[in-house]
């Protein structure tokens, strides 16, 4: 019933959705952001243990649609080993994936984060996506205060 | 008066729409309803052949514009039988309108210690409003409870009313929960007091019959596009005793009866409150869907909206999993609802996918979603177009996307 949207609601983001990843607290956290939309309501808090610049742990709390949880979801699995700089690359890629204007984006360079790249397709859901980026690159950057998506 | 919905799609060509390959079903009229082709002629015929500026010029197409204009006025004088075009001030919509009388008739008679009363369903355009005016003058906003229904708790609100008070402002359908209030009681409570009360109709005009003078509110507002009309209009009705001894809204051309560099004199209602030149096609667009509204009967629009309501609501209690959101004893056809572990904007795409309109988020009414816990709802609202098949459809693509998200 739903064939025309398999490219946006892949079983990735369905499994992730129903078991999000690291979806706990970091008692010990040494970066706390929390990250809102208020077009829809969807709030999340990000917590990253630092070693150095080295993200050795990421989970976060929070509710949202399905393609919000399920990317927070990947990234917090994504960004841990990763240093700072790394996970930034990661953001500006995962950026371009979904909001870039070029239709021939390497999908490899993301590995598994690419089962988001259909939102491009629905601006309306991009936002959902975007959410936990946005979070983690104000993590990244130390800001202390929420952001938002507007 | 019979009432043949399929007769009455005819008159909406965008219900014709193919959504992603599919028929469209457009159940969102609580954000704004489709124009019939006649409100969509009234504005090209403005247009092509009426349109010129208003109350200036002493040719022809200025005297049929403000003609036409003037009509209009006449039309939602009568529409909700006001005692005087004189009380009919257009402007931008719902909101402009509880700007203005929060601005005007707020700032010259509330002050510091003195409060306003609004309840626990307003939409932010019955809200925000008023904080400013708080923010300005140091009066302070109360706000009345409702209960799990999604009802005002009417003795609550009576106890909030007191000497201080010196505005009950609340919402005659709320777009959240489809609660109609019991407008009649509150300004009777309030009126006791001799307080006055403003009624925001932006969600209440398309389904009930509204009459100013036997409800005796102070203030109503209500805004174009949700009664068919074209966006960009709305009213603001007030008494005449209130509207008079207001300041003016906005200075410009057309609110003023004589200008000099050292006074002005303002000009008379309902003109002192329309500075500037009007969004007059529109306006008159907002006259024929009125015509059109007038020539169906609002009551019989009313009956045929509480079948699907009834229709909807037996259904979807039906469903595992779906909550209800508003379940007043008196309500407007409007069906909130949140599904079980599955998030509203999920279940906007995916029945967008299949053609279906609805809403999904907070419906700009967060203090209502805080209240239910919910981030956000899914929102199905029904038209006088809407059929018990699209409800159907509507409750199939529920169905499925439950399965589907397992």
Redesign the interface.
């Known amino acids: ?2 064939d ?2 398999r490219d ?2 892949q079983e990735v983001i ?1 499994d992730h ?2 078991n999000p990843r690291n979806f706990r607290i970091i008692e010990d956290a040494d970066r706390k952001v929390e990250g809102f939309n208020p ?5 999340l808090t990000l917590y990253l243990k630092m070693a150095g610049n080295v993200i050795t742990d990421a989970s976060f709390q929070g ?5 919000s ?1 399920a990317s927070v979801s990947l990234m917090t699995e994504i960004v841990k080993g990763k240093t700072e700089q790394e996970a930034d690359t990661l953001f500006k890629q995962f950026h371009e994936m979904t909001t870039g204007k070029d239709e021939r984006f390497n999908l490899e360079a993301v590995g598994k984060l690419a089962v988001l790249a259909g939102v491009r397709e ?1 601006p ?2 991009v936002k ?1 996506a975007t959410l936990a980026w946005h979070t983690l690159d104000a993590a990244l950057k130390n800001q202390q205060e929420a952001i938002s998506t507007e | 008066m019979t009432f043949d919905v399929e007769k009455i799609r005819q008159d909406f060509p965008i219900l014709k729409e193919k959504i ?2 599919k028929d469209l079903v457009y159940l969102d009229n609580a954000a704004t309803c489709q124009k019939p082709q006649s409100v969509i002629d009234s504005i090209v015929h403005v247009y092509s052949h009426d349109y010129a500026n208003v109350h200036r010029g002493v040719h022809t197409l200025s005297v049929r514009s403000t003609d036409k204009f003037e009509g209009a006025r006449t039309k939602v004088k009568d529409f909700i039988n006001a005692a005087s075009d004189k009380e009919i001030i257009f402007v931008k919509g719902a909101t402009e309108a509880i700007n203005l009388v929060a601005q005007t008739f707020g700032k010259a008679n509330i002050k510091a210690g003195d409060e306003i009363v609004i309840t626990a369903m307003e939409h932010h355009s019955n809200i925000v409003p008023w904080q400013m005016l708080c923010e300005q003058t140091g009066a302070i906003l109360k706000v009345a409870p409702i209960n799990q229904a999604g009802e005002l708790i009417f003795a609550e609100f009576e106890q909030l009313l007191n000497d201080k008070t010196r505005l009950v402002s609340v919402v005659h359908m709320s777009n959240a929960l489809g609660t109609i209030n019991p407008v009649k009681a509150i300004i009777e409570v309030a009126h006791a007091k001799n307080i006055p009360v403003l009624l925001d109709g932006a969600q209440a005009i398309p389904h009930i019959q509204v009459d100013v003078q036997a409800l005796d509110c102070d203030f109503y507002v209500f805004s174009g596009h949700k009664l068919y009309g074209p966006t960009g209009t709305g009213v603001l009705y007030g008494k005449q005793a209130l509207l008079e001894a207001m300041p003016p809204y906005q200075g410009g051309g057309d609110m003023i009866r004589k200008v000099t560099f050292t006074e002005t004199e303002y000009n008379t209602l309902p003109y002192k409150f329309e500075a500037g030149t009007p969004n007059i096609a529109d306006v008159i667009g907002l006259g024929a869907a009125i015509d059109y509204i007038n020539s169906i009967g609002m009551d019989v629009i009313a009956a045929h909206e509480a079948d699907l309501l009834h229709y909807a609501t037996e259904k979807a209690q039906a469903i595992k999993g779906l909550r209800i959101i508003g379940e007043a004893e008196e309500k407007g056809a409007i069906l909130s609802f949140v599904l079980d572990k ?5 279940i906007g ?2 029945l967008d ?2 053609g279906i309109a609805i809403r ?3 419906h700009c009414a ?1 203090p209502v ?1 805080d209240f239910y816990n919910v ?2 709802t899914a929102r199905a609202s029904f038209g006088l177009y809407n059929t018990r098949q699209e409800i159907d459809v509507l409750m199939n ?1 529920i169905e ?2 439950i399965e ?3």
């Open positions: 019933m739903f025309d949207l946006l609601y369905f959705n129903r077009l829809c309501g969807d709030r509710s949202g649609c399905a393609i949880t629905y309306a859901r959902c | 992603r390959g599955i998030h509203p904007h999920d795409t995916m996918s299949l999904a988020g907070h967060m979603m981030p956000a693509g499925s996307l589907v998200f397992g």
